[in-house]
């Protein structure tokens, strides 16, 4: 017989319901968590739902974001106005026309510092050099600069604007380097109706695995010259390249310096002697290119486009293996999958995702020490305008004073590189941050140039002052041999 009271086996019955109970209740949340994990293994091991067959005669963005409704929602955000302390603006709002459609234009830097048109006078940058918006605005703002009514434009020009792809293959019958030197010929009024998408989806994926690639031949050009400069032959970029060097090369087919080669107008980039600064002057000298003749001194003049990648190529990040798209596409998660952030913007402006994986600072700190180089890098760059904008007015004068071609020739060289220095140093588009003591060096080169220039036209300059050879080695691109 049990020793236990009534009310000990009530008690005791009671425990036992309520170990029941909870045991069940454990059973059931662990089988849920279970259920969940496993639906999103599942869901992981299927990014997409395919609702639409996507191949490379399809080059409209909003399609093939039916099958990919996340990035293609983060890639319209590109479209939005954001600003940074140095960089984009709001935008200005305009009555459109039929000449031009844009409800909004952004801010002209040309207003903010008229220097620049002193700069480049006699180029179609005097006419008109706006602040820089997102992805979504590339073509249009392209297609209704006022730098189209200074000079007719080639169809070269599209390549870093419209989404070209599928035309590169229309026109090339399937082989898209004759497709783009099809188009590079044609004048830019008429290869613009050949396109209809700034750059989407179909000029970085290939639609059925979505792997990374490269669609310009510019770029697949350019990156064998220089992989050869640096003792790697025949190198074929869609084949050899890591998915980390993509991450790069797919932002570089477009961030880059580049030329218009010969009558053709064949877009190409300097890059068979390296990618520092000097490398590139070496080049362009050797194949006695230049953009246009300054309207006011006379001088053969470069124009620095935007040099993203080469600037990048000699700082820390890139020799830390740090690629484009880890800090301005850095990776999200949404739900169970992790996917790149397709709202191409500056990191500051997502700090957490974007700095904050690698420097574990608060983002006070992180914006300040960006904003710190950038500022210090701004001053710089007035510094160096002024001694260029000196350079200028000393040519000018010695010209008034009768000065003959062949007395101005240095003076004139010095303006070509100091103009070229300072402009790939400020055209790039970190205010110095990708590479902040190349920058500063590339500036300093610049304002050298402008006083050897204005000693030049005194009489007092060394007749063989030479311009400095790149006092660093281009840092491998992507960051891996």
């Not at 490269?214 to 640096?230: M, N, Y």
């Not at 970190?430 to 050897?452: D, K």
Request: net charge positive.
């Amino acid at each position: 017989m049990s020793n236990e009271t009534p009310k000990e086996a009530m008690i005791n019955r009671r425990l036992l319901t309520i170990t029941v109970v909870l045991a069940a209740i454990a059973a059931v949340a662990a089988t849920g968590l279970l259920v969940n994990i496993f639906e999103h293994r599942q869901e992981a091991k299927n990014p997409f739902f395919k609702t639409v067959e996507l191949s490379d005669k399809i080059d409209d963005p909003a399609k093939w974001g039916t099958n990919f409704p996340m990035q293609y929602g983060l890639y319209r955000r590109t479209k939005q106005e954001a600003a940074t302390k140095f960089g984009g603006d709001e935008a200005e709002l305009r009555a459109p026309t039929p000449e031009d459609p844009r409800p909004t234009v952004s801010r002209s830097n040309l207003v903010k510092d008229p220097r620049l048109k002193a700069m480049w006078a006699g180029y179609a940058f005097s006419a008109d050099y706006r602040e820089r918006r997102g992805h979504e605005w590339m073509l249009a703002d392209q297609q209704y600069t006022g730098r189209q009514k200074f000079a007719k434009q080639p169809g070269t020009c599209l390549n870093c604007h419209a989404s070209l792809y599928k035309a590169y293959l229309e026109q090339g019958e399937g082989d898209i380097a004759k497709g783009f030197e099809r188009i590079s010929k044609l004048p830019y009024a008429e290869a613009v109706k050949l396109v209809k998408h700034p750059v989407g989806c179909i000029d970085c994926h290939e639609p059925n695995t979505m792997q990374l690639r490269i669609t310009r031949p510019a770029f697949i050009e350019g990156i064998r010259a220089l992989k050869a400069s640096q003792g790697v032959a025949d190198f074929d970029v869609n084949k050899q390249a890591n998915l980390q060097e993509m991450r790069t090369y797919v932002c570089a087919q477009c961030h880059v310096e580049y030329y218009f080669k010969g009558q053709d107008k064949r877009l190409t980039f300097p890059w068979s002697k390296g990618v520092a600064v000097e490398n590139i002057v070496q080049f362009y000298d050797d194949e006695k290119f230049k953009d246009w003749v300054h309207g006011d001194t006379g001088a053969p003049m470069l124009k620095a486009q935007h040099p993203e990648f080469e600037m990048w190529s000699q700082g820390i990040h890139a020799r830390s293996n740090v690629a484009c798209a880890d800090c301005h596409m850095p990776y999200r998660r949404e739900g169970a999958l992790k996917i790149s952030d397709h709202h191409v913007r500056s990191p500051l402006l997502n700090i957490n995702r974007a700095c904050q994986q690698c420097h574990h600072w608060d983002e006070k700190e992180i914006k300040g020490r960006v904003e710190e180089i950038q500022t210090r890098f701004f001053n710089e760059r007035n510094v160096t305008m002024d001694a260029l904008m000196g350079l200028i007015r000393d040519i000018n004068a010695a010209k008034k004073n009768g000065a003959t071609d062949a007395e101005l020739e240095r003076a004139r060289d010095y303006q070509r590189k100091a103009s070229f220095y300072l402009d790939f140093a400020m055209s790039e588009n970190s205010m110095g941050f990708h590479a902040p003591q190349e920058s500063t060096r590339v500036l300093a080169e610049a304002i050298n140039f402008c006083r050897l220039g204005q000693l030049s036209l005194r009489g007092t300059a060394s007749p063989t002052a030479p311009m400095r050879k790149a006092s660093l080695q281009s840092a491998p691109s992507g960051g891996n041999n």
